[in-house]
């Protein structure tokens, strides 16, 4: 009855209907107008998003009338995992996170050609409060993940979207634009605060409105109150 919005990436999309999350947000603020579906799957890496494409979006949807109205596309936190470090075993090389985003994006517009596609970066990393939450066994006593390292991901990112004319986000240096950002906007170094999860659903909004989709533009899906008629109130569900 209502069109979807799909979240798709690792954990900051999986944990983001929890309460003050970006995807809850979402949620609310499109709450008679669209569904919002979570795919969210935390640790997972590009190479891995692949591999699972065709379980995450069943081939059910295939008319244009079943088109969802976007798609976040939502990863490079774990592909910039370094290759030599404790989470190691999620890192992709730079050129491969590439190619697999550009696979991703061709199968998504493959599929729903006329599906807005929303690319977003990795958030910048605070090394030194990674190094209190290690994921894995930490022998080396450094973090896993690096603030340079994200930062490249996330141009890497911005430049696919550029390549195949997709929206995008970045996430990297728009939260660094936040005094305090380490601990304003991250949880954990690298996970997100209140903040940062404000600051996502704000440009989610922000880069679906640029594409048409708002609240001014996407119909209620039944009357609302205001527009049932107390002296005949059936009146208003005729013909639905």
Known sequence: MRPKIYLFG?????????????????????????????????????RWALKVLEKV???????????????????GANDASLAD???AFQHVPLEEFKHNLHSILAFLKGRWPTTEVILISPPPIDEPTRLLYPFAENKLGLPE???????????????????????AIDLWTRMQQIPGWQTACLSDGLHLSRTGNKIVFEEVIKALKKKGLSLETLPV??????????????????GI
């Not at 979006?57 to 990863?75: I, M, Q």
């Not at 690096?146 to 929206?167: I, P, Q, R």
């Open 57 to 75: 979006f069943p081939a059910t949807e295939k008319s244009e009338s079943e088109s969802p109205l976007a798609v976040t596309v939502f990863f």
């Open 85 to 87: 470090r404790c989470s």
């Open 10 to 46: 690792d954990s900051i999309t999986e944990m983001s209907f929890d309460e003050g999350g970006w995807g809850a947000s979402i949620v609310k603020h499109f709450n008679r107008t669209a569904d919002v579906v979570l795919r969210g799957y935390s640790g997972y890496n590009t």
């Open 221 to 238: 899906d039944l009357p609302q109150i205001n527009e049932v008629d107390p002296n005949d109130p059936l009146k208003s569900f005729e």
């Open 145 to 167: 993940r690096t603030n340079e390292a994200a930062g490249n991901y996330a141009k890497a990112c911005l430049a696919v979207a550029v390549e195949c004319g997709v929206s």
